[in-house]
Every structure is written in structure tokens, then in C-alpha cells.
């Protein structure tokens, strides 16, 4: 089976696993939140892994580089949303801080990424 470009891209895969831990967490969010919180977080999670791997696609520099700026706007978004649930008693403070640990290391990923685009 051929292997696409992105999924080779160490920062897709630490997207892409965090996309999952998303979901496990926001899995014992409070059922009125289906449509609340918990689908924001997952959509923006989503977000992160479908815009690196959709700019990984893109021929340009600059589109390519546009795209990853979005990844990076939906990780904060994510962070956003996680720092919301914490202050809702939804995910403990042990949570939170290990959601930042994935999340400075994926936001310094998406940074050197995008840096390597611009270079070029």
C-alpha cells in the first residue's frame, strides 16, 4: 500500500495522537456537552492533523505554509477548549498539564515545520 508524503511527517503523527487522546478524554465529558465541548474539541483536534496534511499536498510554498498556520491556530484552539474543560471540573489539573506537554511539543514541531516551508 503506498504511503502518502504526510504520513511520513513525525508532526502529523503526534497530530494524529493526539486527535486520539482528544477523543478518549472528551468520551467521559458530560452527555450535555455532545454538542458543546466535546465536538468543538474533537473538530479542532481534527483540524490539526487534516491542515498539515492537507498543506503537505499544496505545490506552493506559501500555500503549504498557510496551511500549517492553521494547524498551529487550531491547536491553540485546543488548548483553549482544554483550559475550559479544566475550569468546568471536566478533565483534572494532572490532565491539563499533561495536554500542554503534548501540545508545546507539537506546537514546536508545527513551528519548525512551518519555518522549513517559509525557508525554502
Known amino acids: 500500500m503506498y504511503t502518502y508524503g504526510f504520513e511520513k511527517l513525525e508532526v502529523w503523527q503526534l497530530a494524529r495522537r493526539l486527535v486520539k487522546d482528544i477523543y478518549v478524554t472528551t468520551h467521559s465529558f458530560p452527555e450535555s456537552e455532545r454538542y458543546g465541548l466535546t465536538n468543538q474539541l474533537r473538530r479542532a483536534s ?3 492533523s ?4 492537507e498543506g503537505n499536498s499544496r505545490s506552493s510554498s506559501k500555500d503549504r505554509a498557510r496551511f500549517i498556520e492553521i494547524s498551529y491556530s487550531s491547536l491553540t484552539e485546543v488548548l483553549n477548549q482544554l483550559i475550559l474543560a479544566n475550569d468546568l471540573s471536566f478533565i483534572a489539573e494532572q490532565e491539563i498539564l499533561d495536554y500542554r506537554r ?6 514546536n ?9 517559509v525557508a525554502i
Open 46 to 48: 481534527v483540524s490539526i
Open 109 to 117: 514541531k508545527i513551528n519548525s515545520f512551518h519555518k522549513s516551508i
Open 102 to 107: 503534548k501540545i508545546d511539543e507539537l506546537a
Open 50 to 53: 487534516s491542515n498539515i496534511a
